[in-house]
């Protein structure tokens, strides 16, 4: 038994980031996005629309993620996203094609 719970931690490793969709309709914009990054090699925990950014960045900490991409409205508009690094509290908008370099660095 030990073993087998041993084995289990070891394969749980913390995402790199965690996607916190922000208002009505964000959910699939959010899971688009989480699928491109995914085929690039980035672990990613995706978040619920119905969350407020409060309890996304909280969820997002939980899980041992080191970065919160903020996806909203504007940002899909813009075809950029935030990107807060959840150990130094910055962040920055980054292009969605620059997107997965910067989660790499």
Known sequence: MLALSKTAEELSTPPDAYIAPLGAGM???????????????????????????????ETASKTGARYAVIIGENEVKANAFALKNLATGTQVTVPRAELADKIHQ
């Open 27 to 57: 959910d699939r914009e959010a899971a688009k996005l989480a699928r491109e990054l995914r085929t690039q090699g980035i672990v990613i925990e995706l978040g619920d629309e119905s969350f407020r950014l409060k309890k996304s960045l």
